[in-house]
């Protein structure tokens, strides 16, 4: 008989300290090589979730500027147009409703499952 070899997967742990609300409004990256202006996708009160063009690497410190708010953060992460960071100090609970307040509304209905037709091709005008 042969052995049996279990493996055992690492559980992922959430990389957020809290959770992130997706929202779209225009933003700027400040970094010490010039300013990139872009726009903010998703805030939490400790990141976020910026798209820009040439993102900066990871580890670059820059102040994030948003509507009339800003915040000292550090690039963790960048791919193609997007780029994730973090802030030196958690936001307040009042700047992140200002944000999604006075944030652009998405039009029309949320795609779910049950509103999408399935197996049927869209008709064009």
Wanted: aromatic residues 4%.
């Amino acid at each position: 008989m042969g052995s049996i070899h279990a493996r055992v997967a690492a559980v992922p742990t959430e990389r957020r300290d809290s959770e992130r609300t997706r929202t779209e409004c225009p933003a700027q990256l400040h970094l010490t090589s010039g300013s990139r202006f872009g726009s903010l996708w998703d805030l939490s009160e400790s990141g976020a979730r910026v798209q820009v063009k040439n993102p900066p690497r990871p580890g670059t410190e820059a102040l994030l500027k948003w509507q009339s708010h800003e915040a000292l953060c550090r690039v963790v992460w960048a791919h193609d147009d997007m780029c994730g960071v973090v802030f030196f100090r958690p936001l307040p609970r009042t700047m992140l409703d200002e944000t999604l307040r006075d944030a652009p509304k998405p039009i029309g209905p949320t795609a779910t499952v049950t509103n999408i037709p399935l197996g049927q091709k869209r008709s064009r005008p």
